[in-house]
């Protein structure tokens, strides 16, 4: 079963664009659809196409690129294992699975500029320091990351091409959907975050409708990953690491204790481990922001880091690995919408989720009360294209973990927050803040009028906005909230604003 994925456009535009001057890596964890995105896009956009599997392949195809001085017997002898006919300028050849021939991927920066052929490279763990040892890594890549299907994508498995299309067209305008459509739609919402978004997972659900079946596959990816680990790590802290991530996100602690998941190893220690983790993808990490004014980037705090698993679907299932489906009480809650608050941790790695696929690099950011006894948190904090600006015209949008302020909230639901936003000024007057659905946190919704919006021009300022959420919470109790709330407080320029 083939299913529609966004990173094709981007394949498209690639192949239009370079004209075979570029070989394009997709980038991503294992099982999230590169070998099939591949395959299908070489299918359809060249008369022939060749697929070498690094991990199927003979030692002599791998062999073949240990010597790049005669191109030509290289092609002819590929041609001759795959019975394919290769044509100049039409053909595409992909090499699956390509951190396991460095070799290979060396090779492409001749290949390339040989011009015969298009290249294609699919890898997992593909900058893990053992796979790139000894080997000149191409200049001639243009790399794309691939992730678990978004919530849009997944929809469209589903058979549905408009819900997300509509609920843009009615953000836009301002217009409510209603109680209950907003309840039909978080209830598929929530089959998402159950389900999650690994291929695999998806096409058991739709042949069965079963989701025992899906968390068994669910549990077969999971184990798949550890052994990857185990085998970067033979120490097995890296398994323990990932293994820990439900358990870290609930205890409230404003970063990832690594020391406490491997049974006290130092953090100097676990460095390498850490860096490899996040290369395989496995994982999202947000980041501390010890100063979100001055590009954040240039301000992250690297000890200081907070660890979501890529696909929400996978984390359910590592967050009650050890209560099997028919008897995992939360799961049914979670679909039923009666979650108890201590698992409104599953909703922050779903946002975390979404906000990655849609190419941010994540951030967090911590400052204290008033009383300076505790601190407010801001969940993720993403900068508009990571530019940086003598002010906070290009932070493009950033979460609040609605968690920590919850006890001055009143209702329950699903919608988000928006605060400090121009579109109170039309739509809610009386309020700081905007709810929005969480199904559409992902969206890309442009929330631009023509006219200028809240600029933050110094930290000073910056700070006073975030003080303003924690105390506006306490003098809105009469508003109806939901339970699980993320907070989305949006800066811009004098030309748009994105919901990112």
């Known amino acids: 079963m083939i299913f529609k994925r966004k990173i094709y456009n981007e394949l498209l535009q690639w192949k239009r664009t370079d004209e075979g001057r570029t070989a394009v890596l997709i980038q991503g964890a294992r099982r999230v659809g590169k070998s099939t995105i591949a395959e ?113 994508e997944f929809r469209w498995a589903l058979g549905d091409t408009t819900t997300i299309r509509l609920l843009q067209g009615c953000f836009h305008d301002k217009t409510s959907l209603g109680d209950a459509t907003n309840r039909k739609l978080m209830r598929d919402f929530r089959l998402y975050m159950l389900v999650g978004g690994m291929p695999q997972a998806v096409v058991v659900y739709l042949e069965t409708n079963n ?28 398994s323990k690491i990932f293994r820990q991530i439900p358990a870290q996100l609930t205890s409230n602690a404003n970063r990832y204790l690594a020391w406490s998941a491997t049974d006290g190893t130092r953090n100097y220690a676990l460095a390498e481990i850490l860096s490899e983790i996040r290369e395989s993808m496995v994982v999202n990490m947000a980041y501390h922001a010890n100063d979100p004014s001055a590009g954040m980037a240039l301000h992250q705090d690297p000890n200081k880091y907070k660890m979501f698993a890529g696909d929400t679907g996978l984390f359910v299932t590592l967050a009650f690995w050890h209560s099997k489906f028919p008897e995992n009480e939360s799961s049914h809650k979670l679909l039923a919408d009666k979650l108890s608050t201590d698992l409104g941790y599953v909703y922050e790695n779903v946002v975390a989720q979404m906000l990655k696929a849609a190419g941010h690099e994540l951030y967090y950011y911590t400052f204290p009360t008033e009383s300076g006894k505790h601190n407010y948190e801001v969940d993720f ?93 306490a003098h809105f109790g009469q508003r109806i909230f939901q339970r699980f709330q993320i907070g989305v407080v949006l800066f811009t320029d004098t030309h748009s604003c994105f919901l990112l």
């Open 40 to 152: 299908e896009f070489a299918t359809n956009e060249y008369e022939t196409h060749i697929l070498v599997d690094f991990a199927a392949c003979s030692t002599e195809i791998r062999d073949l690129f240990n010597d790049v001085s005669d191109l030509g017997s290289i092609f002819k002898s590929l041609q001759l294992e795959y019975g394919v006919e290769l044509k100049e300028r039409k053909s595409v050849i992909i090499f699956d699975e390509v951190q396991l021939a460095p070799k290979a991927r060396q090779a492409i920066k001749y290949l390339v500029k040989d011009g015969r052929y298009d290249y294609m490279e699919t890898g997992s763990l593909i900058s893990i320091r053992k796979n790139v040892r000894d080997i000149l890594i191409p200049s001639e890549e243009v790399k794309l990351h691939m992730f678990p299907m978004d919530y849009e």
């Open 211 to 238: 989701l025992e079946k899906v968390d068994s596959v669910k549990r077969s990816i999971i184990t798949l990953y550890e052994d990857d680990f185990n085998k970067i790590d033979p120490t097995g802290n890296a």
């Open 381 to 473: 904090l993403i900068a508009d294209g990571d530019k940086v600006r003598d002010d906070l015209g290009d932070v493009g949008g950033m979460v609040a973990d609605a968690l920590n302020i919850r006890d001055h909230l009143h209702g329950s639901g699903d919608a988000a927050q928006i605060a400090c936003h121009r579109l109170l000024t039309q739509q809610q007057r009386h309020a700081a803040v905007l709810d929005i659905p969480l199904h559409i946190v992902d969206a890309g919704i442009p929330l631009h009028d023509g006219r200028s919006c809240i600029g933050i021009s110094d930290a000073e300022r910056f700070q006073s906005v975030l003080h303003g959420i924690g105390r506006v919470a």
